[in-house]
């Protein structure tokens, strides 16, 4: 855990004071415990398929995510990753079999539950928008304010969490001004700020080099051994390898409209 | 539409971050603020003139509905046998409690304005005014008649002819008013629903990360409503106290001068009916916005 903590902050030539690297952890963590369910998944989907009104996009899909598992999504471009994804945050409902979050029925779920489950669920997206007119330090805080804890996101843990994704210098910048490794990492702090179960990653190395893609990863990687729920979305085949090394992950294939375990012809 | 309890609490309550996330919006908070301002000095006219035609209506009815005159109209000669047959006729006429003739002086004093005070009244054709206070039951058409028979010279004036016209028209005039006033709200109402909603699609990208990251609709919709109903309520408030200002420096002619022009203002209580016109142009912006943000916000998940 030192290693890889110590691998996020390697930008930063001093050392984090190990008390707040612990600090960070264990409020994390915090959240897992909240939500563990032994032996049922945060997210169930079972023999789900989804159209957009045309024909069938994803065909009778049936995916358990178990606490603590890591798992990757991959597939051509145009596969359906994202709309798999969407299933699973509850921004889409299926048009056929169940979505469960944290065992609630998706279809049973009003707009505010959906807004409430969406704190249990950090969700870094494909196309990452921030509000322009807010600081980034605000921008990773949203999750916090929108939710009436702002209190919390002036304290310590704001500036820990940021010098975990090595963006405390860039606090006071403003979205428009961030690289797009800067932008990922903003969105990766923005996810995790309410100590979500579940991580969910569409693309999260799409705009930027090998060397952010794999500090990207390395955080990931780190919130699976918080013990949260990651699965990200890729199709990107280089990086689920690049993972083989560092975590026990499962790899998901979307093709023909299916899901499948995929192999070790990664 | 929904709003309930607990989001109105968080309305009231107010949140300063919250306000935060959704961006400034320069020259448009100032057009609604100045459209609400000269909307409610508008609407202080509007109700100052429906007041003001409301009193006038009342004076009028009250005053005139219980009197009527009586003009003789005959040779000098006849002229006092005449009056003294109506007055008979008068006497005997169901409806009528009082009928007196003026005297010279009195009918010199009421010509006075008009030819000076030294009028030798005696040898001018001047007709006689029989002043009378009527009641229930008095009949102008049957009186009429009767002295069509009895007192040639005799001419009914039961004030009838004009006085129905003018009470009727400062009546309407009191409607009108309020349908002013109720006409102004309804454009308030619109006139923010159109500056919410163009809010809310100039600001479509923020909503959308808003709900994202967690916001509930009432939050988001909070966001939006404290602002236009902030807007709404102070810029109508500075429109009242201005209007109140000017309706307060207008002429007053006095008690018993029934002028409409000189009538127009507030008295006693009626200078807290402008004080709603903030308050309900709050109301109306906060459900105007509350319903466009709600609309707004139905389409994403
Ligand atoms: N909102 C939408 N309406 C209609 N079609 C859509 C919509 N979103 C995505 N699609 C289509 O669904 C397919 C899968 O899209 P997506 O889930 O984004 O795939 P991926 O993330 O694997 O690239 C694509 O063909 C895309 O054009
Ligand atoms: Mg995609």
Known sequence: MATIWLNARAEKRELPKRAAGNQIETRLMLGHNRGKNEGTGVIELENVAYSYGGGELLSDISVKLAPGSFHFLTGPSGAGKTTLLKLCYGALLPTAGHVRLFEADVRGLNRDDVALIRRRIGVVHQDVQFLDHLPVADNIALPLTVSGRHAEAGGSDLNELMGWVGLQDRAAALPPELSGGERQRAALARAVIMSPEVVLADEPTGNVDWDMSQRLLTLLVELNRMGKTVLIATHDLSLIRAAKAQVQARVLRIANRRVQLAGADL | ?301
């Open chain 2, 1 to 301: 539409m929904k709003l309930d309890l607990a989001q109105l609490r968080a309305l009231l309550a107010g949140d300063r971050q919250a306000d935060r996330v959704v961006p400034p919006s320069g020259y448009t908070a100032q057009l609604t603020l100045f459209a609400a301002g000269a909307m409610a000095f508008l609407a202080v006219f509007a109700l100052a003139l429906s007041l003001a035609a409301g009193r006038l209506a009342e004076r009028w009815g009250a005053e005139l509905a219980h009197t009527a005159t009586l003009r003789i109209v005959a040779p000098a000669d006849q002229r006092a046998e005449q009056t003294a047959a109506a007055l008979a006729v008068l006497e005997t006429t169901p409806g009528v409690a009082e009928a007196r003739a003026l005297t010279d002086a009195e009918q010199a004093a009421l010509l006075a304005p008009w030819f000076g005070a030294d009028l030798p009244l005696d040898t001018l054709p001047v007709p006689r005014l029989i002043e009378t206070k009527t009641e229930s039951g008095f009949d102008p058409t049957g009186l009429s008649l009767r002295l069509a028979a009895e007192v040639p010279g005799a001419v009914l004036d039961d004030h009838g002819r004009w006085r129905a016209p003018l009470v009727s028209a400062a009546s309407r005039l009191r409607v009108l008013g309020w349908v002013v006033a109720l006409l102004i709200v309804a454009a308030v109402a619109a006139m923010v629903t159109l500056a919410a909603n163009a809010a809310l699609a100039a600001n479509a990208q923020v909503i959308a990360v808003l709900r994202l990251v967690g916001a509930t609709d009432s939050y988001i919709a909070n966001a939006f409503v404290r602002r236009f109903t902030l807007r709404a309520l102070s810029g109508s408030a500075v429109g009242v106290i201005v209007g109140l200002l000017a309706v307060w420096l207008m002429p007053t002619g006095s008690a018993d001068a029934p002028g409409l022009l000189t009538g127009i203002g507030f008295r006693g209580a009626g200078w807290l009916v402008p004080l709603m016109v903030p308050l309900v142009a709050g109301l109306v912006a906060l459900l105007a916005t509350n319903t466009a943000a709600r609309r707004a916000l139905g389409g994403l998940t």
